[in-house]
């Protein structure tokens, strides 16, 4: 059957959402699905309490705090609200944590990564007991979404698009994002010259008044100048999407966001062992994975669960190999009555990887700065 013979499963969420219909899948997502954004921090509540009885995270929210810290204080964002946010996290056992995430965007990204951030700011102004944190997906693969960025305009309803450089583009494709080399300031002042010319037209074109066409203007010059300023205090594409969506997010409008990086070292090695637990409950993993996505298909449902093979492996291996760029290799394994043996080839430079490990107890201590997560893990 193709997919385009079942439904929608967001259909079914938005009915439950919105309107309170019963269906396979709210039955399934009882107490998951939130009606309001009150009804929502009810339910992360309750779930909180559940998973306390069982948990003990105390290790790793102390690990948590300090990438927290140190990663705020790197990009001078440990603003007082900041602080008092960490503060709740690391003391306050009926603290919630809200992550916002997106992977960084040329430019800083539109308006639906800046609307994401707004939400999760007005969700802690609902309640004290929340504390919001940006989780930057800087593992992802550049594509075409991550280099560009739209912009709308009064004549054309697709609006226009600013992206980096072509030739850049050509080279990097398929690897890490963070990667991603800077453009020049030449080149960003290019750029900068195009959107104000659109832009230009746009405002002379929508309004009359000179004095709103002036204040639109002079906000159009400021936000260019944030993003430059930005661009001039970062090492890398990381470095730049952060120094912009957290100026805009702790210092103008003082919402105390934590910032993670996935790309950092000390958060790889909160992962592993998590990774670890996966591969040893390999084949539960994968039985508990196809089975729900049958479900779905039973139900006539388009699965969001991508179909999977038995080899699978839930996480990434980035290739070490300097050309590369930690380009993402995807891991098989094969299963023997005490071990696994794990492998992949980048296709870009011919680099074969694998290894074995314990099935009892796989270590992947030594290879920590290549592993990255994937949808499944």
Not at 182 to 204: A, G, T, W
Request: glycine share 4%; proline share 4%; with cysteine.
């Amino acid at each position: 059957m193709s997919n385009d013979n079942f439904e929608d499963p967001l259909k079914y969420y938005l009915a439950y959402a919105l309107e309170g219909q019963q269906s396979w899948i709210s039955e399934g997502m009882k107490d998951l699905i939130p009606q309001s954004m009150s009804d929502a921090i009810f339910l992360a509540k309750k779930r909180n309490r559940e998973m306390k009885k069982d948990v003990n995270n105390s290790e790793i929210k102390l690990a948590l705090g300090k990438i927290f810290e140190n990663t705020n204080s790197k990009y001078n964002l440990l603003t007082e609200k900041a602080k008092n946010h960490l503060d709740n996290f690391l003391t306050d056992n009926n603290s919630l944590s809200l992550e916002v995430a997106h992977q960084p965007k040329f430019l800083g990204g539109e308006r639906f990564l800046f609307n994401k951030i707004g939400c999760g700011a007005a969700f802690a102004n609902l309640d004290k007991d929340i504390v919001p944190f940006f989780y930057v997906a800087d593992y992802d693969k550049i594509h075409s979404e991550l280099i560009k960025t739209k912009f709308s305009q009064s004549d054309s309803a697709s609006g226009f698009s600013i992206s980096i450089n072509p030739e850049i583009e050509k080279k990097f494709i398929g690897m890490r994002i963070r990667d991603l080399p800077l453009p020049s300031v030449s080149y960003l002042l290019e750029q900068f010259q195009e959107i104000k010319k659109k832009y230009s037209n746009s405002i002379n074109s929508c309004l009359e008044d000179n004095w709103h066409k002036k204040l639109l203007e002079e906000r159009l010059e400021e936000a260019l100048r944030l993003i430059k300023i930005a661009h001039n205090n970062a090492e890398n594409y990381t470095d730049w999407f952060i120094n912009i969506i957290g100026i805009i997010s702790n210092i103008i409008f003082d919402q105390g966001y934590l910032f993670i990086s996935a790309s950092d070292m000390e958060f790889k090695k909160l992962l592993t062992p998590f990774y670890e637990t996966l591969l040893e409950n390999q084949n539960k993993y994968i039985d508990t994975y196809m089975d729900l996505r049958n479900q779905f298909i039973k139900n006539n449902i388009r699965p969001p669960l991508r179909e999977i093979r038995r080899d699978f492996v839930p996480f990434f291996y980035e290739c070490n190999s300097e050309e590369c760029y930690s380009r993402r290799l995807e891991l098989s394994c094969q299963e023997y009555p005490s071990m696994i043996l794990t492998k992949c080839k980048c296709n870009h430079c011919g680099n074969l990887i694998d290894f074995s490990l314990e099935k009892d107890n796989p270590d992947l201590s030594e290879h920590i700065p290549f592993l990255t997560p994937r949808v499944e893990s």
